[in-house]
């Protein structure tokens, strides 16, 4: 996606070989009509698959995944990252390591949002380990719904964490796939 | 707003006299279609305010306040509850008391993002006891920035909040004002 990779050119920060910082349009300030068509791409490649529900996860999935339920006319999930202890039951959950935080959250969902009649597309603003995507699969897996794909905004294509939800057969689309961030400089696939 | 009212009466689960459960929706499941009317209420509302900046908070403001920011072509800014504190003199922060988690939180906004010559638009889901709108407006004057107003999903008119706000000159808009939760049933003013 044009618009998006200009964007991560001209505004985001690479803070490392493995780090690139998108908070002035992504991460902690929006810019939501970047949001929009990214909405609309989500949209057109998913468009065939029948989908019922998006899952994301809070705080910086939720942006994108509205403005793709809007184009679908879906309802948005975003996945808690604390659990209410008093609904334990009542929730799917599953666990979720962060590298970059090295910390470990619980998150959940609500059983009441989504059935095993559901067609889920998981979208979610990073992929670089695929942890948080992995987890969101568990839970989608856990409510017996089919997993349509996996929507991502950003891809780090160096990490792990596409190769292996594309080998364990997911429909991973990144609309912005990065192959290095060495040297201070952001390169796309 | 009279959709949401009618949303908030279908779907709003009423837990008791003072909590109304509105996850279907709002909080935990989204409606997108709706998310986008709120956004055009907002921005109708506040069209001739010069807004430049919208500032809510994680996670529930996140889409109401894109969906405004869509309409208004200005960015969104969320308030993340938790500070990187590595970054504690790059911050403007303020602390938030929940009364409903009885727990305080520090929210937090880079610097980089609001300056003295913006007019910021304060967006969040809830207006209960007022703290999260406070604390976001604290943010705002620690940047010296000007604020055009408070918008408001659902604020629950029987608590103090709203009147504490208007009283101290600020402009606040509620597109749903409940008056009672009183016996199981949602009335508004």
Redesign the interface.
């Known amino acids: 996606m044009n618009l998006l990779m200009k964007k991560i050119k001209e505004d985001g920060e690479v803070l490392s070989d493995s780090v690139l910082k998108v ?3 992504l991460n ?6 970047l ?2 068509e990214i909405g609309k791409e989500f949209a057109r490649r998913f468009q065939d698959e029948g989908i019922t529900k998006i899952l994301t996860i ?2 910086s999935g ?2 994108p ?3 793709t ?2 184009q679908l ?6 996945a ?1 990252k604390r659990k209410s202890l008093t609904l334990i039951n009542e929730l799917y959950s599953s666990t979720v390591y962060s590298f970059t935080k090295q910390e470990s959250n619980e998150i959940s ?2 059983k ?2 989504i059935n095993d009649d559901d067609c889920v597309l998981i979208i979610d603003d990073f992929l670089a380990n695929g942890q948080a995507a992995i987890g969101l699969a568990e839970i989608v897996k856990k409510s017996k719904a089919k997993i349509a794909g996996i929507g991502i905004v950003i891809e780090k294509g160096f990490q792990e964490g596409g190769k292996n939800l594309r080998e364990q057969g997911f429909r991973v689309e990144s609309l912005a796939r990065i192959s290095s961030l060495n040297n201070g400089e952001v390169s796309f696939y």
Request: net charge negative.
């Open positions: 908070d002035s349009f902690h300030q929006i810019d939501p009509e949001m929009s809070e705080s939720i942006a995944s509205v403005m339920g809007l006319n879906v309802p948005v999930i975003f808690r969902v609500s009441k949002f």
